[in-house]
């Protein structure tokens, strides 16, 4: 798929393999975005961003602080608005933030039914959700006795109950320790696999966003610096060196002089 953006937007071919994705062609569009904008104050957050994904594709959003990240999700979400340009997004649309943000004084069913408008899920829709994420006994417990990865599976439950065409992911795993970060990883690729909605991840973790994305963008300046399809095969492993090519570019994209300074960025 081609996109267009205000900056540069490329695609890269590693170890030889064919960028197309014919099967997320086929798909309706989830997102488009043509010239938005966001200013704050006298400075343009995003300045002419072009966009386009797809139903069942798997987009990570890198860059460093202040690019707009989290901006542009916001925006997707309907939580901020644009400044100027056309937004067109799927009306079904769910959010994960780094937090998990769950009610204490409300069960972890009815933090899952929380948020979806006229009862459209019930405490059945729920507790099936809340299976799917691994937490099927812990329909009727309350959130303080959660530890925090189970907490994030709630919240993702939630967000995957309402079936979304679009699910935005803002730095989910962040607050994560590595095994349950790791673990959140294969529940998320396993959910996305199932359900198929768009995906649109804000994440500082390069390897992350190759592990898991179809493409990853890098923002910078307001606008799209860096477009690359990930044309690895699942599952990915960080040693391969279509993996390693890729990260020493992304990392290099975000400024960071040596691929061995570290998967962060």
């Given at each position: 798929?081609?996109?267009?953006?205000?900056s540069p937007t490329e695609?890269?071919?590693?170890?030889?393999?064919d960028?197309?994705a014919p099967?997320t062609?086929?798909q309706?569009?989830?997102?488009?975005?043509?010239?938005v904008?966001?200013?704050?104050?006298?400075r343009?957050v995003l300045?002419?961003?072009?966009?386009?994904v797809?139903?069942?594709?798997?987009?990570?959003?890198l860059g460093?602080?202040?690019?707009g990240?989290?901006?542009?999700?916001?925006?997707?979400a309907?939580?901020?608005?644009a400044?100027?340009g056309r937004?067109e997004?799927?009306?079904?649309?769910?959010v994960v933030?780094?937090e998990?943000r769950?009610?204490?004084?409300k069960?972890v069913?009815q933090?899952v039914?929380?948020g979806?408008v006229q009862?459209?899920v019930t405490?059945?829709?729920a507790?099936?959700?809340?299976?799917e994420?691994?937490?099927g006994?812990?329909?009727?417990?309350?959130?303080?006795?959660?530890?925090?990865?189970e907490?994030q599976?709630?919240?993702?439950a939630r967000?995957?109950?309402?079936?979304?065409?679009l699910?935005?992911?803002?730095e989910?795993?962040?607050?994560?320790?590595a095994?349950t970060?790791?673990r959140?990883?294969?529940?998320?690729?396993?959910l996305?696999?199932?359900h198929?909605?768009?995906?649109v991840?804000?994440?500082?973790d390069?390897?992350e966003a190759?592990?898991?994305?179809?493409?990853?963008?890098?923002?910078?300046?307001g606008g799209?610096?860096?477009?690359?399809?990930?044309?690895?095969?699942?599952p990915r492993?960080?040693g391969?060196?279509?993996?390693?090519?890729l990260?020493?570019r992304l990392?290099?994209e975000?400024?960071v002089?040596s691929p061995?300074?570290?998967?962060?960025?």
């Amino acid at each position: 798929m081609s996109l267009h953006s205000s900056s540069p937007t490329e695609a890269v071919a590693l170890a030889g393999l064919d960028l197309a994705a014919p099967q997320t062609l086929a798909q309706p569009v989830a997102v488009r975005l043509e010239g938005v904008r966001r200013v704050f104050g006298s400075r343009a957050v995003l300045d002419g961003i072009d966009l386009e994904v797809r139903r069942g594709e798997f987009v990570s959003l890198l860059g460093p602080s202040g690019t707009g990240k989290t901006t542009l999700l916001r925006i997707l979400a309907g939580l901020d608005r644009a400044d100027g340009g056309r937004v067109e997004v799927a009306s079904a649309r769910s959010v994960v933030f780094q937090e998990p943000r769950l009610v204490s004084a409300k069960r972890v069913w009815q933090n899952v039914v929380l948020g979806h408008v006229q009862n459209r899920v019930t405490r059945r829709l729920a507790a099936a959700a809340l299976e799917e994420v691994g937490l099927g006994r812990h329909v009727d417990v309350w959130p303080k006795t959660l530890s925090g990865g189970e907490a994030q599976r709630v919240a993702l439950a939630r967000a995957l109950a309402g079936e979304p065409n679009l699910l935005l992911l803002d730095e989910p795993f962040a607050a994560l320790d590595a095994l349950t970060r790791i673990r959140m990883h294969d529940l998320v690729a396993q959910l996305w696999r199932r359900h198929l909605p768009a995906v649109v991840l804000v994440t500082h973790d390069v390897d992350e966003a190759i592990l898991m994305s179809d493409r990853v963008i890098v923002l910078s300046g307001g606008g799209i610096r860096f477009d690359a399809r990930v044309p690895l095969e699942r599952p990915r492993k960080r040693g391969d060196a279509g993996f390693t090519a890729l990260r020493a570019r992304l990392l290099a994209e975000l400024g960071v002089a040596s691929p061995e300074a570290g998967g962060h960025a």
